[in-house]
């Protein structure tokens, strides 16, 4: 709609990663130079993080559309919750290449064969993963071992690793990850756009669509704009869209502060915007960006364990709740969430309420009390753990849901 009323050529703030808008920010320039730089190494692994919407994927996009085919194989490929069988068949794929057999070892011998061959023609070969925080650590040590094919001296694959913040730290701490992080040759933390780089980004999209100054912005909208999307491209993107399609309903060729407001507002009350600094991007209010905690040790049985202790936590239904009722999704969130606090802390008062019973009791020897009581609170961090589990997977699906809708995909698709 909006374009037609300026005359645009297209759409300026798509939300879907497109080369021909990637704009070179401070932190794309010099995530751009370590790829270059990865890149001329030709073997082990390049890491890439950044927020939701922070732009890897169009910087990937771009820099695909610079390599030399003729000397470099690329493929992409989006992964999810993949185990190390599962990504071995969708590498084999992704590289167009047909396996024998549905088992592992068949498509790990297609894949050096096609390596190999990719060589004697003089190409390397590059995979580029995408999401890879959705990962179980037995794919990525998968890939690792992908990357360990050569020919000779020469190493046949290079892997380009894409994530969201929780992903670097996966990469830094687990410990089953030694070898992989030994194999890291670059990696860089895509960072959001700074404050005086929201009006050059948002000009420079509207340029690439053929944009001659109508409509002209007010000098405060790009403050208050970096402001409301903390500098993340793809938050930009969805509230100039907006604000374009406000301009537009409303036939006014100059866009101000009060629009943008309006548009905040409007966003905000829909429930699917939330104002806050990157690390919130897309998060709805309960739920934040946390990187699952390492499971701890398998704990003994305690002598006395509580009932409060012993049961479950549930998963929270919010993709029921989301099908049923997507206009309450942020009241299911918030009661799933709720119970959520009440499990734990019945959990922590039934370690306080054993403590003050062994004690006044005598049932317990000081050494069986203390076993007890660490036992309970290594059930408690398994708990939590999972919790934050389910709430990266939670934030992770409403992400796609909305990127979905803001796309103009219809709800029943979405």
């Not at 604000?243 to 100059?254: E, I, K, N, Q």
């Not at 009060?258 to 939330?274: C, K, P």
Request: charged residues 20%; aromatic residues 6%; proline residues 6%.
């Amino acid at each position: 709609m909006f374009d037609d009323f300026y005359g645009f050529t297209g759409r300026p703030f798509q939300l879907t990663p497109d080369p021909a808008f990637y704009f070179e920010s401070l932190s794309h320039r010099k995530a751009l130079s370590y790829l270059g730089y990865g890149l001329a190494q030709g073997e082990g692994f390049i890491v890439i993080t950044g927020e939701v919407g922070a732009g890897k994927s169009t910087l990937v996009a771009h820099l695909m559309n610079t390599v030399d085919s003729a000397r470099l194989t690329a493929t992409q490929i989006v992964t999810s919750k993949l185990d190390g069988a599962e990504i071995v068949h969708v590498v084999a794929r992704a590289f167009g290449i047909r396996t024998p057999g549905h088992d592992k070892a068949s498509a790990l011998s297609a894949i050096e064969l096609f390596l190999h061959e990719e060589a004697r023609h003089g190409r390397r070969a590059l995979l580029v993963v995408d999401e890879a925080q959705n990962l179980a650590i037995e794919a990525l040590e998968e890939l690792r071992m992908l990357s360990n094919f050569q020919l000779g001296a020469q190493p046949l694959l290079q892997i380009l690793l894409l994530g969201q913040p929780e992903f670097r730290q996966t990469i830094q701490l687990h410990p089953s990850l030694e070898q992989l992080r030994q194999r890291v040759i670059a990696a860089h933390h895509l960072d959001a756009l700074e404050s005086r780089e929201v009006e050059p980004y948002v000009r420079h999209r509207l340029a690439c669509v053929g944009w001659n100054g109508d409509p002209e912005f007010d000098e405060r909208v790009f403050a208050e704009l970096y402001t409301a999307s903390g500098g993340v491209p793809r938050r930009i993107n969805q509230i100039a869209n907006r604000l374009l399609l406000l301009g537009a309903v409303d036939r006014s060729h100059r866009l101000d502060g009060a629009m943008l407001s309006q548009v905040l507002a409007e966003l905000t009350g829909d429930g699917a915007f939330a104002l806050g600094s990157p690390a919130d991007a897309l998060v709805l209010p309960g739920l934040r960006g946390e990187a699952p905690a390492p499971a701890p040790a398998p704990a003994p049985t305690p002598t006395i364990l509580p009932a409060a202790v012993s049961a479950p936590v549930e998963t929270p239904p919010v993709l029921a709740a989301a099908a049923a009722a997507p206009a309450t999704l942020p009241e299911a969130l918030g009661g799933e969430l709720a119970k959520r606090d009440e499990q734990i802390a019945e959990l922590q008062q039934a370690v306080l309420e054993l403590a003050e019973t062994a004690e006044g009791s005598g049932l317990l020897q000081p050494e069986a009390h203390r076993i007890d009581i660490e036992a309970l609170h290594q059930r408690i961090a398994a708990l939590e753990a999972r919790v934050i589990e389910q709430e990266n997977t939670i934030r992770h699906t409403l992400t796609m849901l909305i990127e979905w809708v803001e796309a103009g995909t219809d709800r029943a698709a979405a």
